[in-house]
């Protein structure tokens, strides 16, 4: 399984941004796509995951109701969509995918076992 992520760049408090998570050499409708991100000087957390099969969601309290996890099955992409970004939202945002799908663990970054390079998102206060 391969994963290309893409979208980043800098932008303002307040504005949006539409990350893509390409995903390719699997079949996916059994397992988790999510996304985590990681901020100079800290840990990798965890931000937003899909279930591919079923489209159900869930956040990180820091994104909820502003940032949207979705896929498109017919090109095998997953998006985030944020919104509202604050400067705190500055990070590289990975991508990454699990098999099978559990609730259990499902924002614990070793759980992943296929990871995307990274974007890097900016934003400015």
Not at 84 to 91: F, G, M, N, R, Y
Not at 98 to 116: C, I, K, L, T
Request: aromatic share 12%; proline share 2%; glycine share 12%.
């Amino acid at each position: 399984v391969q994963l290309q992520a893409s979208g980043g760049g800098l932008v303002q408090a307040g504005d949006s941004l539409r990350l893509s998570c390409a995903a390719s050499g699997g079949y996916f409708n059994n397992y988790g796509m999510a996304w985590f991100r990681q901020a100079p000087g800290k840990e990798r957390e965890f931000v937003a995951v899909i279930r591919w099969g079923t489209g159900s969601t869930a956040y990180a309290d820091s994104v909820k109701g502003r940032f949207i996890i979705s896929r498109d099955r017919a090109k095998n992409t997953v998006h985030l969509q944020m919104n509202s970004l604050k400067p705190e939202d500055t990070a590289v945002y990975y991508c990454a995918a699990r098999s099978p799908w559990r609730v259990g663990g499902m924002w614990a970054s070793d759980e992943y076992h296929f990871w995307g390079q990274g974007t890097l998102v900016t934003v400015s206060s």
